[in-house]
T-cell receptor, first 115, second 113 residues
Framework: EAQVTQNPRYLITVTGKKLTVTCSQNMNHEYMSWYRQDPGLGLRQIYY???????DKGDVPEGYKVSRKEKRNFPLILESPSPNQTSLYFC??????????????FGAGSRLTVL | GDSVTQMEGPVTLSEEAFLTINCTYT??????LFWYVQYPGEGLQLLLKATKADDKGSNKGFEATYRKETTSFHLEKGSVQVSDSAVYFCALRNGAGSYQLTFGKGTKLSVIP
């Protein structure tokens, strides 16, 4: 089944404790992206990647890091989480050209709480 | 910059009622327009799209027409069901060479029996 898999789905952590949210897709998509969803603010893009070793900042990159060493994986790293990073996070992927470009496939979401 | 404005929610309708969720956009050039839907506890999924002016996207009984003159892409359904309860997001991609989507804030729809 074509899908984007995120882990963990739920996480409660404390301020300053480094964590990584993994994202993996099995559709050979070039484009991958991370979003956070907050009440009243909709989806805001954190980082995106056009292909392996190519990443760029989205609208709200502060406090986050990403890497794209393999085409299928795009982990989101919070080096020193803070309470304002409490949110629902989504990973998404798509082809980068043709009719499938921007038809994003989303993961099920990762709910992160930072105490 | 580009922006998408959706009607404020939440919207509560009775089953079989007519649905309209308004979406307007600001963008230079000729964007492609999308509606995504998020069912409870799930990620977003594409509902429909339109890539040029006057195109109509449709899926699962939902329709939206790309109106360049009014910069709008309103979502409509003639008869909603309880299973349509979800959050609906309007989005745009601006121009060739851009892979970035700009999302609206979402409109929560609740359909009651």
């Amino acid at each position: 089944e074509a899908q984007v898999t995120q882990n963990p789905r739920y996480l409660i952590t404390v301020t300053g404790k480094k964590l990584t949210v993994t994202c993996s897709q099995n559709m050979n998509h070039e484009y991958m992206s991370w979003y956070r969803q907050d009440p009243g603010l909709g989806l805001r893009q954190i980082y995106y990647s056009m292909n392996v070793e190519v990443t760029d900042k989205g609208d709200v990159p502060e406090g986050y890091k990403v890497s794209r060493k393999e085409k299928r994986n795009f982990p989101l790293i919070l080096e020193s989480p803070s309470p304002n990073q409490t949110s629902l996070y989504f990973c998404a992927s798509s082809l980068s050209r043709g009719p499938g470009a921007n038809v994003l496939t989303f993961g099920a979401g990762s709910r992160l709480t930072v105490l | 910059g580009d922006s998408v404005t959706q009607m404020e929610g939440p919207v509560t309708l009775s089953e079989e009622a007519f649905l309209t969720i308004n979406c307007t956009y600001t963008a230079t050039g000729y964007p492609s327009l999308f509606w995504y839907v998020q069912y409870p506890g799930e990620g977003l999924q594409l509902l429909l799209k339109a890539t040029k002016a006057d195109d109509k996207g449709s899926n699962k009984g939902f329709e939206a027409t790309y109106r360049k003159e009014t910069t709008s892409f309103h979502l409509e359904k003639g008869s909603v069901q309880v299973s349509d309860s979800a959050v609906y997001f309007c989005a745009l991609r601006n121009g060739a060479g851009s892979y970035q989507l700009t999302f609206g804030k979402g409109t929560k729809l609740s359909v009651i029996p």
